[in-house]
């Protein structure tokens, strides 16, 4: 069932950005298993196929710039519905395809439940997708993907804003004398200059961060294991310890991500490892810091001061003691609150959104592997062929037998770190699958749905010689431990065995068993075993002819003349039940087996 259906789909025509200008293939599958005219929801074993001129559905549910919903729009109807209640959102989103959000909106497991498999890409418009169940997306097969670089320089100029306003008292300062006073002494502020500064999480914010506080005469330092020293180098910061950019800094700033290892990584006992008096700046996550206490740090005197743009809930209660704190400066998660960073980020994020719905893999992308536009391009028709073998040799298994080990193997003269095999695998792994059962599955949830139904996928790549222009000369695929419907598909060594090439930018089967066939991988295949002996190709085609099924093309192969031989013919259309039986009939014909690609 599954088979059939993927072969209703039509592909993008469109192809721009990171592309994969796999158009006009129509028995093929796009890498998000959509496409701008045709869309596939696999709800129960049923799919819903939209018409040429049906539109997808992008559900927006935080205020998004004009730029990136224009965008939106010019491919999809877009729903902006703000404020939705998370069961007004689990009741939309089973008419959706994508959905878009910020900061505000939680992106539960119940909310990939309800969508019924609908829907494919949520699209964060930001930084951070903590608010987003990752997990759960990917096991749903849905993309996540965010807008990285848009609001970089936003949150940085806020963070800088906030140190700044935090040392010399501004916010405290305009709130009394709005109220009438004049305390020129209470606030008397402290210097930037030649303090030292120490930067927690050396990514995008932390490196600009880092950059504008060396402009304002600091001394730089900063904490991150896994961000190189060279880069930091480059901007002339020093890389410490965790414990001694607590130790040494008057001011600390946070820009890491909130993950398990951060939560609360600011507590009572790190606070305690601080020099006194020193102030912190958090425009990252509010659960990186454990606010009780920082509050009896700040009420010890140990933290004189901080300045906070995001809260561990948001918005934080109205008698919150940290944003009542007399040396608290608070704003409501402003950082990326500009104009240009918010029209920057809806662009981005809609670009993303968009090209996941076309079915093109996103630079972008939180849970697929991000593969560049020059490695698509040229992988295309190594991941049809992928595909395809996988559903040929899925379909070769006798019933029953269950399959659990698959050998890829990559015949390559690439240098091994010059062939990514992630975008085959998934593509293998999809064509295994989705025949033998009602998952959805596509280069997000591939490796997933793969261990979770047992079935270990080992890669093995063969070094060649000679040019090392194309990716890939021959892919086999294997499956081990089965009895098969087509006992010559069985190898040498005990497994079902097909191997392909890509011939002329189309994908071939090249080998069944041990016999060498050349077949392109087009409509569907019939694989005869017979003994060689003349005729029997007339006898195969007459049987199709007189049904005006198509052959489009017919190998055979043998291990000696009048020896054992295996005949491949691919059709374009599929032969009737009848047909197939008088095939089998025909006295040489010692096995048949029809497969549909
Ligand atoms: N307040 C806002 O509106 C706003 C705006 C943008 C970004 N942010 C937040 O700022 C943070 C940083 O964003 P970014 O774009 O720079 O992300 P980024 O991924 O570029 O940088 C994060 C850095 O943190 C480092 N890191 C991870 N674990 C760490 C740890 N245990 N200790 C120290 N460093 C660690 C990573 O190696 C990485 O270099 C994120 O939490 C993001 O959500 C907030
Ligand atoms: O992670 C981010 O990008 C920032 O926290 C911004 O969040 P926002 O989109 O809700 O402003």
Excluded at 175 to 184: N, P, Q, V, Y
Excluded at 468 to 479: L, R
Excluded at 510 to 531: A, R
Aim: aromatic residues 4%; contains cysteine.
């Amino acid at each position: 069932m599954a088979a059939s259906a993927s072969s209703t789909m039509l592909l993008s025509s469109k192809s721009s950005r990171a592309s994969l200008p796999w158009k006009n293939q129509v028995a093929s599958t796009s890498a998000f298993g959509i496409s701008s005219v045709s869309l596939r929801h696999r709800q129960c074993r049923r799919f819903v196929v939209f018409s040429m001129d049906a539109k997808p559905t992008v559900l927006v549910t935080e205020k998004l710039g004009e730029a990136g919903l224009k965008l939106l729009k010019e491919f999809a109807n877009v729903d902006c519905s703000y404020n939705l209640s998370p069961e007004e959102l689990c009741t939309k989103i089973s008419l959706c395809d994508a959905l878009v959000v910020r900061s505000g909106t939680k992106v539960s497991r119940e909310i990939f439940e309800s969508s019924g498999g609908r829907l494919k890409v949520v699209g964060r418009a930001g930084v951070g997708i903590d608010n987003v169940d990752l997990a759960a997306a990917t096991e749903h097969g849905c993309l996540v993907v965010n807008a990285p670089t848009a609001n970089t320089v936003a949150a940085a100029e806020h963070g800088i804003a906030l140190l700044t306003s935090m040392a010399r008292n501004v916010a405290q300062a305009d709130a009394s004398i709005k109220a009438g006073k004049w305390l020129r002494s209470k606030y008397v502020g402290v210097s930037l200059v030649g303090k030292t500064l120490a930067v927690m999480g050396f990514g995008k914010v932390g490196s600009e961060v880092a950059r504008r506080a060396k402009g304002l005469g600091m001394h730089v330092i900063a904490h991150d294991p896994y961000a190189p020293a060279d880069r930091a180098r480059a901007i002339g910061v020093q890389l410490v310890s965790f414990d001694e950019a607590l130790a040494s800094a008057d001011f600390i700033s946070l820009h890491m991500p909130l993950t398990p290892a951060t939560n609360k990584i600011l507590n009572d006992e790190t606070f305690a490892k601080m020099k006194k008096g020193v102030r912190i700046v958090n425009v990252a996550r509010g659960g990186v810091i454990d606010e009780e206490a920082l509050v009896r740090a700040l009420d010890a005197g140990i933290v004189a001061q901080a300045a906070l743009d995001v809260f561990t809930e948001e918005p934080p209660p109205k008698d919150s003691k940290l944003i009542q704190h007399e040396n608290v400066t608070a704003t409501p998660h402003l950082g990326a609150s500009t104009t240009e960073a918010q029209e920057g980020v809806a662009i981005e994020v809609a670009e993303a959104v968009v090209g996941a719905l076309k079915g093109e893999l996103s630079a972008t992308a939180v849970n697929a592997p991000m593969v560049p536009a020059e490695v698509l391009s040229e992988l295309k028709p190594y991941v049809v062929l992928a595909e395809k073998l996988g559903r040929l040799a899925v379909q070769l298994v006798a019933g029953g037998s269950g399959v659990k080990s698959v050998k890829v193997s990559y015949g390559s003269a690439r240098a091994p770190d010059d062939l990514d095999t992630r975008l085959l695998r998934a593509m293998i792994t999809k064509g295994i699958i989705e025949p033998i059962s009602s998952v959805f599955i596509n280069l997000v949830n591939a490796d997933f749905t793969a261990k979770q139904r047992g079935l270990q996928i080992s890669e093995e790549r063969i070094l060649l010689d000679g040019s090392p222009e194309s990716p890939v000369e021959f892919m086999q695929v294997q499956i081990a431990n089965v009895e098969s419907k087509f006992a010559s598909a069985i190898s040498d060594s005990g497994e079902i065995r097909v191997e392909g090439r890509v011939k002329d930018g189309v994908p071939h089967l090249t080998k069944v068993g041990s016999f060498e066939v050349d077949v392109s991988l087009e409509g569907s295949i019939i694989l005869c075993s017979q003994v060689d002996q003349p005729g029997m190709i007339g006898k195969v085609g007459s049987v199709l002819g007189e049904e005006n099924v198509n052959v489009s093309f017919m190998s055979v192969g043998r291990i000696a003349p009048r020896k054992q031989a295996v005949m491949a013919i691919g059709v374009d259309e599929q032969p009737s039940k009848e047909s197939l039986k008088r095939i089998g009939e025909i006295p040489a014909i010692q096995e048949f087996v029809y497969l549909r690609l």
